[in-house]
């Protein structure tokens, strides 16, 4: 039976069609004889059928000889800190992130919190769970246990390091969980920190009465804009499902690209480190970021896209933060993984600490470097749309670059165009050194190239 669930870094299917508790059980089963742990982290999120699928793949476990662990219902970042706090052998968390209600899914750690994606066990583990052909369960060898965890205190706790909570103002914020998991974790923090936060669809629904909980989608931008102004907010803050990505407003009601944030929470590493410091980012847009890094006195590393990739990077160069335009963001101190809550911590404690704004804090840098913002086409051929396009501007460019798709410069914009790697789409990346009429002639020429 092949399992089409399996995706390039994680499981993702619609319940019960291609992930069910005979698919979990399997690749409970499977994880156990690839990765050999003795001891794995399970948790789920808010989803109606994630508690029966967390079951099924821990019995999957158990009956492999690992002792399993449950911390109930979290995000994806919280098995994250428990796997490398607890040091647990393995993690894997029960979620499908931002996908509709009848979709569920698995992210995989290894020791450590070190991602398995396809070329580092994931398709291994997909092989054994087609195959199902597990040995018997042997009654005379010992199952693994089971035990239960709470370690919401200690993540909490380890969220606090990130700020200093005796520098933050008494800022309004708007926080809008979309009614996935990621309100709880507010509540946790509230009691800590001097905000006053306003809250709308907070209370956890699998049944997803707001909609999906992905906050990239126009229509659900709009509560949170409302709340912000109807309240004055200084901030709003916006998540996915599982809360592994936040997507922040201005005090003007205006959705910030994750673009101007990985260069905000650079400049705040820096700050905090002494020269030399190193920060990887993704090839897409990347002259703010390098701008930011190299006049702070760090170090800016360009990786390929995608969470694997990055964190790998980050543990070579040892960099203190990773960031890409995705709204993912990854920390050393927290094993270099993504988290959802850090971010916006560290943005408060900027606005906090600077008494500038969010607004004039990013306006000044959307002016130095617009962007067009991630442009997709459907096109029949991407390939050859790449191969056109670098052929045209060859002769002009001052660097060529296939780190990830095509990355061209020259002396006053750039551009990356990529393709995606399951669809017939390609993706473009527009910016310009303060020029906004600049970038957009630029982009509409690529964009007339590749039609
Ligand atoms: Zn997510």
């Not at 970042?77 to 706090?85: D, G, L, V």
């Not at 239960?148 to 914020?173: G, N, R, W």
């Not at 927290?334 to 850090?342: E, L, N, Q, R, V």
């Not at 990529?418 to 970038?439: G, H, I, Q």
């Amino acid at each position: 039976m092949l399992l089409n669930c399996f995706k390039a870094y994680d499981v993702r299917g619609q319940v019960p069609s291609e992930l069910n508790e005979d698919v979990a059980y399997r690749i409970g089963r499977a994880y156990a004889e690839v990765v050999e742990p003795r001891t794995v982290v399970v948790g789920c999120d808010i989803r109606l059928t994630s508690p029966a699928l967390k079951q099924a793949l821990s019995n999957g476990l158990r009956d492999a000889g690992v002792d399993v662990t449950d911390i109930g219902v979290c995000g994806t970042e919280q098995i994250y800190h428990a796997t490398f706090a607890k040091g647990f052998d393995g993690g894997i968390v029960v979620t499908a992130s931002h996908n509709p209600k009848d979709y569920n899914g698995m992210k995989f750690v290894r020791e450590q919190s070190k991602p398995i994606s396809g070329d580092t066990g994931l398709l291994d583990i997909k092989a054994l769970a087609e195959a199902n052909n597990f040995p018997a369960v042997d009654q005379q060898k010992k199952r693994g246990s089971l035990q239960l965890l709470d370690v919401e205190p200690e993540y909490v706790e380890h969220l606090l390091t990130y700020v200093d909570v005796s520098k933050l103002q008494p800022l309004k914020i708007v926080v809008n969980a979309g009614n996935g998991g990621a309100g709880r974790v507010i509540d946790l923090l509230e009691p800590h920190l001097p905000f006053e936060f306003i809250k709308i669809q907070h209370e956890p629904d699998g049944h997803f009465p707001n909609g999906v909980p992905n906050p990239l989608l126009v229509e659900n931008r709009a509560p949170t804009i409302a709340a912000i102004e109807k309240h004055q907010a200084d901030l709003g803050i916006a998540w996915d499902g599982d809360f592994d990505r936040c997507f922040l407003f201005d005090a003007n009601a205006r959705f910030i690209e994750g673009y101007y944030i990985v260069g905000m929470l650079a400049q705040a590493f820096l700050a905090k480190h002494d020269g030399g410091a190193r920060i990887v980012h993704d090839p897409r847009l990347t002259w703010n970021t390098v701008d930011i890094v190299e006049s702070n006195g760090g170090v800016a590393v360009q990786s390929k896209t995608g969470h694997a990739f990055i964190k790998e990077r980050m543990r070579k160069e040892d960099a203190v933060y990773g960031g890409e335009m995705s709204a993912h963001h990854y920390f050393k101190d927290f094993a270099y993984c993504d988290s959802g809550m850090i971010p916006w911590l560290l943005v408060a404690a900027l606005i906090s600490e600077q008494g500038v704004s969010l607004a004039e804090q990013v306006d000044a840098r959307i002016e130095a470097f617009p962007v067009s913002g991630e442009i997709n086409r459907r096109i029949d051929d991407p390939a050859a749309v790449l191969t056109s396009v670098e052929q045209h501007y060859a002769a002009a460019a001052k660097t060529v670059e296939h780190v990830d798709g095509l990355s061209m410069e020259f002396e006053q914009w750039r551009f990356n165009l990529r393709m995606s790697n399951t669809e017939p789409v390609v993706r473009l990346n527009v910016e310009s050194r303060a020029d906004y009429s600049l970038m957009e002639s630029k982009r509409d020429e690529l964009l007339a190239l590749m039609s």
